[in-house]
């Protein structure tokens, strides 16, 4: 649908650009932080903070351009998009180009594409788009369906294997179901299916070194010096930073190179040593508010489409945050996921930011409308 020319006179620049300034806020307070923290992980860098500026740059414009596109544009756009990322995540299995031990990227000629990245997006949108017209909470016979879109993708990113990237996808689509009213009855059920699904994993469906995170997660003192080293160095990190931390270009962990991969995803145990609980506090209150302003977003979304789809990708941040925290305080097996807005990165940066796009999209073109 067209806005009429009454609906942009009047409204703020902000709406007429489709952006929405609470969440742009959280947005850019956590990039800012971001650099302060590399600044400091990445021993005074100028050159690595400069690549991340560059980096949000093109992020926050990828974010400003898919929040043009209205939400019945993309509801148009969903069969065709997860049909295109299935067939290069079945590409990628047959012909992708390998790295690191892992088979998950596309070589294009002029740069490498992981076709997962796409899939972060197009597989909620995809869930939401099936579920829209459909009775809610949903039939058993449209979860199934649900479920299947959820599986497909999820199976082939792990297969790769990359188990961080299908974890936060099969999130994503169980997020979108969550917002549909899926009965509690049959969430009880899943947890019970958990039991027998992980042995079957184990024995059948992971590899030797995802085994080894699993008994290093359980135990990371069996092996202090090799697969328990990161956990270990990660948790005294966190630890020595008492109340308030170190401070600023102050850790010893990070600078002393005791902790490794600490400007990508243990970037958190940098922080934490360096500003204590009371930083740890203030960053995890920014976050909730950019949840909480998704969540506010969703709840004010004109259409089931847009509401399912708001709601379910605002909490894959949250799973992207809760995965990755759990990870460096050694909550939670190591799985490789970023930490949003604060780690080294590119490519999941540009896909965070394209799903606040379409958030911001949900929210201004429903005002436009409104007003129209």
């Given amino acids: 649908m067209l806005e009429s020319s009454s609906a942009y006179h009047g409204s703020s620049f902000s709406e007429r650009i489709h952006i929405d300034l609470p969440l742009l806020a959280g947005l850019l307070l ?183 995170r699993v008994l290093t997660f359980l135990n990371p003192e069996s092996d202090p010096l090799g697969s328990g080293y990161h956990i270990i160095q990660s948790k005294i990190a966190i630890g020595s930073g008492g109340l308030y931390g170190k401070g600023w270009l102050n850790g010893t962990q990070s600078h002393l190179d005791f902790l490794p991969e600490r400007h990508t995803d243990f970037v958190f145990a940098v922080f934490g040593e360096e500003f204590g609980f009371a930083g740890i506090a203030l960053l995890m209150l920014i976050y909730l508010a950019v949840i909480l302003r998704g969540l506010h977003i969703a709840a004010q979304a004109q259409d089931t489409f847009s509401r399912l789809l708001a709601g379910g990708l605002t909490m894959t941040f949250l799973v992207y945050l809760f995965v990755n925290i759990g990870m460096v305080s050694g909550l939670l097996p190591v799985v490789g996921l970023p930490l949003p807005l604060i780690s080294y990165g590119g490519s999941s940066m540009v896909t965070l930011m394209a799903a606040f796009g379409i958030l911001c999209s949900i929210h201004t073109h429903r005002k436009l409308l409104k007003s129209s």
Avoid: C
Wanted: hydrophobic share 60%.
């Fill in 30 to 212: 956590l990039s800012a932080i971001g650099l302060v923290t590399l600044y400091s992980a990445g021993n005074q860098n100028m050159d690595l903070i400069w690549r991340q500026v560059t980096r949000l740059s093109v992020a926050f414009g990828v974010m400003l351009i898919v929040a043009q596109i209205p939400p019945e544009m993309l509801r148009r756009w969903v069969r065709p998009l997860f049909l295109i990322g299935l067939a290069m995540l079945i590409t990628v299995l047959v012909m992708g180009t390998v790295g690191k031990g892992a088979q998950r990227w596309l070589e294009l000629g002029f740069a490498r594409f992981q076709p997962s990245e796409l899939m972060k997006l197009a597989v909620p949108m995809m869930v939401a788009w099936y579920l829209h017209e459909k009775p809610l909470p949903p039939w058993n016979r449209h979860l199934a369906v649900a479920l299947l879109i959820v599986m497909l993708p999820t199976l082939l990113i792990a297969k790769q294997p990359d188990l961080g990237t299908a974890i936060l996808i099969a999130s994503s689509g169980i997020a979108v179901l969550l917002f549909a009213g899926l009965r509690w009855r049959l969430v009880a059920y899943a947890f019970l299916l958990l039991i027998p699904i992980a042995t079957l994993l184990w024995h059948y469906g992971m590899h030797a070194y995802q085994r080894q």
